[in-house]
């Protein structure tokens, strides 16, 4: 395999996009998803249904908002993780051009709930969440990085919470224990899951006195990440798709292609210490038999540039490569096969000259 069948020139696989909007109760996350789904849904001028998961009793409410668009919408009440895998489906097959998860939290909170009913637990322990975390990663977040299509989800709010320094005497005795304080807002779903889109927006329901010392609320759109860089970091109080259109306008720019894909995938990690051990020590005897059938026919260390010619020849004709970086990738079981096409090619060449036409002539019999 050559660098051009190995890898693909830099383009883009598709113009989807993938986007999260978090916040707490109030602060215009469905409403803000809803304007950038429908904006985004016209610019890159889909046809078929918006399919909209809704477990917050929301979805009643954008009938109107939908309606005005033009757009066609369906919808299912539902917190079941099974559900959002088979819209996953119907996205890939194209059935519909827009996924829509109002709220992936309460998925996200029914999937925990399903593991302490499974698990007869009241209580989860750090070995509980050293399980249930990986099966979410493997369920839903790699699922849905790996989904082709538009997806969009919103997420409850939730604080962050930091321990302050405990307070220590002159001889580093605590007299005062830290407290646990609020350190910032998140939203509420495992681990790096928000992230793991291309647009994540947090929004915010802001309140203070006007002049006259009326309440006055503004909802506001913080700008968490923006994978093209186009709006990161920016904040817009009563956030439109305007504000959200440059990374779809930067996407709909963006070259379309083919990407190489995984060519190869050999599990390379140990098990036991003890498996790796006896992995590695059967690979390395087949390393040395076969190095010791080319030192028996003194090519151990070829001299001459016909002896190098020879030996590299005969590695290409039984190994497919002269690389000894990719051979030694080999496991055992299959350099003990190729160690025995080996010592058949050279019982052939038993009494003849080990000229480099005779190692041609009989190589072809034992390898292509």
């Not at 809704?54 to 099974?82: C, H, M, Q, W, Y």
């Not at 309460?106 to 509980?128: A, G």
């Not at 028996?296 to 001459?304: A, F, N, T």
């Not at 016909?306 to 496991?331: R, V, W």
Request: charge should be neutral; proline fraction near 3%.
């Amino acid at each position: 395999m050559n660098l051009k069948q190995f890898a693909t020139e830099l383009k883009s696989e598709n113009h989807f996009i993938k986007a999260s909007f978090g916040g707490f109760q109030g602060s215009g996350k469905t409403r803000t998803a809803t304007e950038f789904i429908i904006g985004a849904y016209k610019d890159f001028k889909c046809a078929k249904p918006i399919l909209c998961l809704d477990n917050e009793k929301g979805s009643r409410f954008l009938i109107p908002i939908f309606k005005k668009a033009n757009i066609p919408v369906l919808v299912k009440d539902t917190t079941s993780l099974s559900d959002v895998l088979q819209a996953f489906d119907f996205l890939a097959k194209g059935e519909i051009d827009f996924l829509f998860i109002d709220s992936l939290t309460k998925i996200y909170y029914q999937f925990v709930k399903d593991y302490k009913i499974k698990n007869r637990r009241s209580f989860m322990s750090l070995m509980d969440w050293g399980k249930l975390l990986p099966a979410w990663q493997e369920e839903f977040s790699d699922k849905f990085v790996n989904t082709e299509g538009n997806i969009v989800f919103t997420g409850r709010g939730g604080f962050e919470y930091a321990k302050e320094d405990d307070q220590k005497d002159d001889n580093g005795n605590v007299t005062e224990k830290g407290s646990f304080v609020k350190s910032g807002v998140k939203m509420k779903i495992a681990g790096e899951t928000p992230f793991e889109t291309d647009l994540n927006v947090w929004m915010q329901l802001e309140k203070e006195l006007s002049k006259d010392n009326k309440p006055v609320q503004t909802n506001v759109a913080y700008i968490l990440k923006d994978r093209s860089d186009s709006i990161n970091g920016k904040s817009y109080s009563f956030p439109n798709y305007r504000n959200f259109r440059p990374i779809i306008r930067f996407i709909q720019g963006l070259p379309i292609g083919d990407i190489a894909k995984e060519s190869d995938h050999k599990n390379m990690t140990p098990g036991s210490d003890k498996d790796y051990f006896e992995w590695k020590q059967n690979q390395k005897i087949e390393l040395e038999k076969i190095q010791a059938i080319f030192d028996l026919h003194e090519l151990g260390s070829p001299r001459s540039a016909d002896d190098k010619k020879i030996k590299a020849l005969i590695i290409q004709k039984i190994f497919g490569t002269t690389s000894y970086t990719e051979i030694e990738k080999l496991d055992a079981p299959k350099l003990s096969f190729k160690r025995a096409e080996l010592q058949e090619l050279f019982d052939e060449l038993k009494g003849s000259d080990n000229s480099i036409e005779t190692i041609e002539k009989y190589g072809n019999i034992i390898a292509a």
